[in-house]
């Protein structure tokens, strides 16, 4: 099925023997009805002609980051403000190195710094520069920037030698594309809601018992739902983090807060509870700030349990309900425990007592204990990785 109609798409041209693949591929975007723009860098040029370009795509083909005929336009920002997503085929070792530091010294670099748009990367090389450590290292940079990989093949190259390298053929760059398309479309009838970060239960107005959650992690989930076309909710509590584009926020401190939010914005087909709720208030919080004292004893009472209320309840449930665990010693009993205990599908736990993961680190390390009694360990990785692979499996069940 047809996804590509009407999507506008921002082609970026890099000097490449792959380059003449572009043609193709702007052919069959046409052909599917989509809308194409190209940017061509100063070495395409070398190997495809702009006349061919804008014969196929129809329109005028950009290349001058200082271009004086559009300068109120502001090239950078218009062109990815215009386009759906961006495609960057062929991607040279060269252009990816400048992506992966964030330089901006042509049209092309600069276009996709100052991009808020889904990017995706057909490289093309040398077999031996696609294995080269740097580039290894720089294109896993760029997935953890969120950008899309397509390929390499494995072939024979221009060059005479064989191996990984080649381009992805341009015929099945754009069923990637229409794919990803699609998968968008269908997500969107799924709703899920997201808990991150601590909670804080206060003892007197200035004090109060909370963790060292940071929410990233919760606020990866939400970005990576959002980016695959589900309406997401997020109920955070408090962080230092900055909303996420396209994401319903809401903001609380305490446990009693975000379980009222939970319940008034329920129900969901998704709900994934990765916020450190404290496990304890105090009983009688008091109204003026206590003064110092040699001891001071304080009454706490249980809070309630958001997971495991929302678990077990029979209208409200929702059909995929994750829950986290953060634990410092017997991780696999204490999570087999939790998991049935919560009645959740899913319990992701971590170590938190390695200072390199989990809390306020941008890496972690997990373990996923499933319902069915499996379990998958995902070993250290960037926390908008890991997202991406639990939104991957969320997405997986729900179809």
């Known amino acids: 099925m047809n996804k590509l109609n009407s999507k506008k798409i921002l082609l970026i041209i890099c000097g490449g023997i792959a380059a003449y693949k572009s043609l193709e591929i702007i052919r ?23 006349l061919s370009v804008t014969s196929l795509s129809q329109e005028k083909v950009y290349s001058e980051l200082f271009d004086y005929n559009n300068e109120a336009e502001m090239d950078h920002i ?29 049209l092309a670099s600069t276009v996709v710094l100052a991009s808020n748009k889904p990017i ?6 040398n077999v031996r520069m696609w294995e080269h450590p740097a580039n290894k290292e720089n294109l896993y940079k ?13 072939g024979d190259m221009a060059c005479g030698e064989y191996g990984e390298g080649k381009m992805t053929e341009p015929d099945n760059i754009v069923n990637y594309l229409n794919h990803y398309f ?19 239960e206060y003892i007197d107005p200035v004090r109060f018992i909370s963790n060292k959650s940071s929410g990233k992690q919760g606020y990866e989930i939400a970005k990576s739902l959002k980016k695959n076309g589900i309406e997401t909710t997020l109920i955070s509590g408090p962080t230092i983090l900055d909303p996420i584009p396209g ?6 401190k305490s446990a009693k807060e975000m379980f009222n939010e939970t319940l008034k914005n329920l129900p969901a087909d998704i709900a994934i509870f990765s916020a450190a709720v404290a496990d304890w208030k105090v009983k009688n919080v008091e109204k003026n700030k206590i003064k110092k004292k040699d001891k001071l004893n304080l009454n706490l009472e249980k809070n309630i349990d958001i997971l495991k209320h929302i678990s077990n309840h029979n209208s409200l449930r929702p059909k995929i309900v ?3 665990a953060a634990e410092t010693n017997n991780l696999a009993n204490n999570s087999k425990k939790k998991l049935l205990e919560k009645n959740c599908d899913w319990l992701i736990s971590n170590d938190v007592s390695d200072p390199k993961i989990g809390f306020n680190s941008d890496y972690n ?3 996923i204990f499933y319902k069915n009694k499996n379990q998958e360990k995902i070993s250290k990785i960037k926390k908008s990785l890991l997202a991406d692979k639990i939104v991957e499996r969320v997405i997986s069940q729900l179809n």
């Not at 046409?30 to 395409?44: N, P, R």
């Not at 994401?247 to 609380?252: D, H, P, W």
């Open 247 to 252: 994401v319903n926020l809401i903001k609380v």
């Open 365 to 367: 390390e997990v373990t």
């Open 78 to 106: 218009s062109l990815s403000r215009w386009a759906d997503i961006i495609l960057i085929a062929p991607a040279t070792a060269n252009t990816i190195s400048k992506l992966s530091y964030g330089l901006s010294d042509d």
């Open 120 to 125: 995706f990367i057909a490289p093309a090389m």
């Open 182 to 200: 699609k998968k968008i479309i269908n997500n969107k009838k799924f709703k899920a809601l997201v808990t991150a970060g601590p909670t804080h």
């Open 28 to 50: 069959i975007f046409k052909k599917k009805g989509a809308l194409v723009k190209t940017i061509m860098t100063k070495s395409a040029k070398k190997f495809v002609t702009p």
């Open 142 to 154: 760029l997935k953890n920037f969120g950008y899309q990989i397509i390929g390499p093949d494995i």
């Open 322 to 324: 994750i829950g986290f």
